[in-house]
C-alpha cells in the first residue's frame, strides 16, 4: 500500500535531466537493482521496480537489519530500561567463563553499537551444531565441562576471547548487533522484533518478518524482510530524527548520536564508508548516512537535502553503487534547474530472462514432456522433476518429497510458489530454493535453459538442462549468495 505522495522531481526540488541520469546509472546490470526509489521533502520523485519484483513485495534487508536494532536500543535507553554504558558482561553473567577475559567485563553496551566490541578479528557469528567446543578457561572449570550440542550464541560470545581495549577499533561483527537483540530480549522478556512493534512498526504501518536463532532471538544483524516503501518510511523516519506523523516516537538527541560519528572504519581502500555510527554507516564527510546490506539492500539519508534513497538489489558490486549516489544523485537532489518534466517511463529491464525458442517452436520438446526424474541427495533438496512442454511450460518440483508446480514462462516471469515451508528459523544466507518462486525458461541449441527467481529475496538460480534418453544433467548456477557450492550438477535418471 502506497504511503508516500508521489510528485514530479520539480515539484521536490529535483533537477529532472540528473535524476533521470542517475537513475539510468544505477539501473545497468553490475549494480543488480530489484528497487529504486527516491523521495525528497517526503514525496516519491522516481520510482522503479525490475521484474519479477514488484513494489509491495518483503524483500531480504541483511545488514540493513542493524539499524533497527540500534533504533530498539534508543527506545529502551529512553524507557529506562538500560543505559548505553551498560557492562555486557552484567547481562550473561551466567555465560562467562571461571576467568573471564578482563576485556570482556569492560565491554559497554555502546561498544557493540559502534561495532568496537575489542576484538582483533570477527568472532564466529553464526555457529552451527558442533561436536565439541573450545574450553578457554582451562583449567579452571575443566573437571565440570561436558561436551555439549546445544547452540547459543550469546554463550559462545561471552566466552570469545577479547584482545583489545573496548571502543578503540572498529571491526565489523554481526555478533555485536546479535548481543543488542540477546540483551534486549533479556530486559524486555520480548523479542525485539515484538518489542518494535507498538514503539516503530504499527507507528509507521510496517508489518515485517525477522529471522530468529535456536535460542528464541531475533538475530539482529541480518534476517529482517521488508518491502521498498517501508523501508522509504524507516529512512523518513530517521530523517525526521524520530518524529513521525506529528509525534516524537524517539528522542532526537539518541538519533542524532547514532547518526554520529563514533568510530574511524581505518579501511583505506574505502571511498565514501570511512566512519561508523551506532549501526549505521558515515558517508564522506559524515553528513549522510545510511544502512548497508549484502549485495545491494540500501538506505541512505541526506538531511541538508531534506531526502531518502533506498535501493533493493543482487550484485556483488554493490558498493560502486556509492559513486552514483553520492555523485550524480546527490546533484540532482540540490536543486531543480528549471526542468519541471516528469522521468521517462524507465520499467527496469527484467532480470535473468533466457534467450531462445519457445517450446511450442521447439521441434522435439514434447517428447520430454510428462517423464519424472528423480534425483540422489543434493544440497537443493530436489528430489525429482517432471516438465510440461508446450503452450504453456509448467515445472513440477519435488523438495524433499514434497511437490509443486510452477508455471514458466517466456519472455516474461512467471510467479509460483514451490512446497519450501519458511520458518521464521530460515536463514536466508544457506537457504538454496525459496518458498515464493518466478519462472522464466527458452530452448538454446536443444538445451532447456530454466531460470528461478526468489522475489522476497536476491537469489536467482539458472539451470541448464539436457535432456537425455534414460536420465536429465542439470548445471545449476546461482547469482550470488553465501553457500560456496551451491554452483553444481545435478543428475537425474527417468522413472516414469
Known amino acids: 500500500m502506497r504511503y508516500f505522495e508521489r510528485v514530479l522531481p520539480g515539484q521536490a526540488d529535483v533537477d529532472s535531466a540528473l535524476l533521470a541520469e542517475a537513475i539510468e546509472k544505477l539501473s545497468q546490470p553490475r549494480y543488480g537493482a530489484h528497487a529504486l526509489m527516491v523521495l525528497r521533502h517526503g514525496k516519491v520523485v522516481a520510482e522503479h521496480y525490475r521484474a519479477p519484483y514488484e513494489a509491495g513485495t518483503p524483500h531480504t534487508m541483511f ?121 534486549l530480549q533479556k530486559v524486555t522478556g520480548q523479542r525485539i522484533e515484538e518489542y518494535l512493534k507498538p514503539r516503530l512498526f504499527e507507528p509507521l504501518g510496517m508489518d515485517p518478518a525477522w529471522q530468529q536463532c535456536s535460542a528464541g532471538r531475533n538475530v539482529g544483524g541480518w534476517g529482517m524482510s521488508l518491502g521498498s516503501e517501508d523501508l522509504a518510511k524507516f529512512g523518513q523516519f530517521m530523517l525526521q530524527q524520530g518524529r513521525w506523523e506529528g509525534h516524537q516516537l524517539l528522542d532526537s538527541a539518541y538519533i542524532r548520536e547514532m547518526t554520529s560519528a563514533q568510530v574511524e572504519i581505518g579501511n583505506r581502500s574505502a571511498k565514501w564508508e570511512k566512519r561508523f555510527g551506532y549501526q549505521v554507516w558515515l558517508l564522506g564527510d559524515g553528513s549522510e548516512y545510511g544502512g548497508i546490506g549484502a549485495f545491494g539492500q540500501m538506505y541512505i539519508v541526506f538531511p541538508a537535502l531534506d531526502a531518502v534513497f533506498v535501493m533493493l538489489g543482487a550484485s556483488r558490486m554493490y558498493m560502486k553503487a556509492l559513486d552514483v549516489i553520492m555523485g550524480e544523485l546527490r546533484e540532482a ?79 516474461y516471469w512467471e510467479k509460483g510458489r514451490t512446497s519450501v515451508k519458511e520458518t521464521v528459523y530460515t536463514d536466508a544466507h544457506n537457504q538454496l530454493i525459496f518458498e515464493t518462486a518466478a519462472c522464466a525458461g527458452a530452448w538454446e541449441d536443444g538445451v532447456y535453459h530454466l531460470n528461478l527467481a526468489f522475489p522476497e529475496t536476491c537469489y536467482r538460480i539458472s539451470m541448464q538442462i539436457r535432456f537425455w534418453q534414460h536420465g536429465i544433467e542439470v548445471t545449476m548456477r546461482r547469482n550470488i549468495g553465501f553457500v560456496t557450492d551451491a554452483n553444481t550438477t545435478l543428475l537425474g535418471v527417468r522413472i516414469s
Open 333 to 411: 537532489l540540490q536543486g531543480d534547474r528549471g526542468s519541471q518534466q516528469a522521468l521517462p517511463s524507465m520499467a527496469l529491464e527484467p532480470l535473468g530472462l533466457p534467450d531462445g525458442y519457445s517450446s511450442w517452436d521447439m521441434p522435439g520438446a514434447q517428447q520430454y514432456a510428462g517423464i519424472k526424474y528423480a534425483f540422489a541427495p543434493n544440497l537443493y533438496h530436489i528430489t525429482a522433476m517432471k516438465f510440461e512442454f508446450g503452450s504453456e511450460d509448467k515445472l513440477i518440483l519435488e523438495i524433499d518429497g514434497e511437490t509443486s508446480m510452477l508455471p514458466i514462462g517466456y519472455g
Open 63 to 183: 545488514s540493513v537489519s542493524k539499524s533497527f536494532t540500534a533504533i530498539a536500543a534508543g527506545f529502551a535507553q529512553q524507557e529506562g530500561l538500560i543505559r548505553l554504558t551498560d557492562k555486557v558482561a552484567d547481562y550473561f553473567t551466567e555465560y562467562l567463563p571461571a576467568q573471564p577475559c578482563e576485556n570482556m567485563l569492560h565491554m559497554e553496551i555502546r561498544h557493540l553499537l559502534m561495532m568496537a566490541a575489542g576484538f582483533d578479528a570477527a568472532p564466529d557469528d553464526f555457529r552451527r551444531p558442533y561436536t565439541g567446543q573450545i574450553v578457554n578457561d582451562f583449567p579452571y572449570s575443566y573437571a565440570d565441562f561436558r561436551f555439549d550440542r546445544s547452540i547459543d550464541w550469546a554463550k559462545d560470545f561471552m566466552r570469545a576471547y577479547v584482545a583489545e581495549q573496548p571502543g578503540k577499533r572498529f571491526i565489523y561483527s554481526s555478533a555485536c548487533t546479535y548481543m543488542i537483540s540477546a540483551i
